[in-house]
Structure formats: structure tokens, C-alpha cells
């Protein structure tokens, strides 16, 4: 049973940082590309911010996070990573970690799914 768990949410001001990470479990991890979602309320679509191989040697970004997120994975802990820096009040937001077989920042293409840690920036 594929499990996968994100943790280092939370409420931080304006201009701060956060780290986030996804540790999976029940699946081989670098069979798999790994990707950063969030959903800024219920209802809405989730927006993909980064997308990661399996060696790390490919990496996409979203426009709206390009120079302020990077994404890491260690694929001996079985975990993914998001360093955020700089956030807005936009950041605001459920943020997902998934995996899935191709490197794309489109949401359909990933095929399991963490339950969500929710990040809040206060202005």
C-alpha cells in the first residue's frame, strides 16, 4: 500500500520560508518522477509548482514559484522536498506532493497522492 505523508506546513509572515517534505513509503521512490501541487481552496484546480526526475537532473517550475521554490528529493530516505523562500499571501494554500511516471507539471498525469499540508502566509 503506497503511503505518502507531507509534513512542514504551517503559518509564517510574509517574505518568510518554509520547508516541506514528502516521505513516501510502498513503492519504489526513484522508479517514480516526483511533483509539488497546491490547491488554493476547495474546488479549485490544483496548479502544479515543480516536478523532479528520478536523478534529479530534470527539474521544472512553475512561473509562479521560479526563483523562490526549489524542489529536492533523497531517494535513500524515500523522501521529496520544497524550500520555499520569499512567500507571498498567494502561497496561501493546500500543498500536495505526488508520483507518477513522467516529468510534467500536469496533475492528471500523477497516479499517487499525499494527503495535503497546508501552508498560510499572513501579510
Known amino acids: 500500500q503506497v503511503q505518502m505523508v507531507e509534513s512542514g506546513g504551517g503559518l509564517v509572515q510574509a517574505g518568510g520560508s518554509l520547508r516541506l517534505s514528502c516521505t513516501a513509503s510502498?513503492?519504489?521512490?526513484?522508479?517514480?518522477?516526483m511533483g509539488w501541487f497546491r490547491r488554493r481552496a476547495p474546488g479549485k484546480e490544483r496548479e502544479g509548482l515543480s516536478?523532479?526526475?528520478?536523478?534529479?537532473?530534470?527539474?521544472y517550475y512553475a512561473d509562479s514559484v521560479k526563483g523562490r521554490f526549489t524542489v529536492s528529493r533523497d531517494n535513500a530516505k524515500n523522501t521529496l522536498y520544497l524550500q520555499m523562500n520569499s512567500l507571498k499571501p498567494e502561497d496561501t494554500a493546500m500543498y500536495y506532493c505526488?508520483?507518477?511516471?513522467?516529468?510534467?507539471?500536469?496533475?492528471?498525469?500523477?497516479?499517487?497522492w499525499g494527503q495535503g499540508t497546508q501552508v498560510t502566509v499572513s501579510s
Open positions: 505526488a508520483a507518477g511516471r513522467v516529468l510534467t507539471l500536469n496533475a492528471a498525469e500523477y497516479v499517487y
Open positions: 516536478s523532479i526526475n528520478w536523478m534529479s537532473t530534470d527539474i
Open positions: 510502498g513503492l519504489t521512490f526513484d522508479d517514480y518522477a
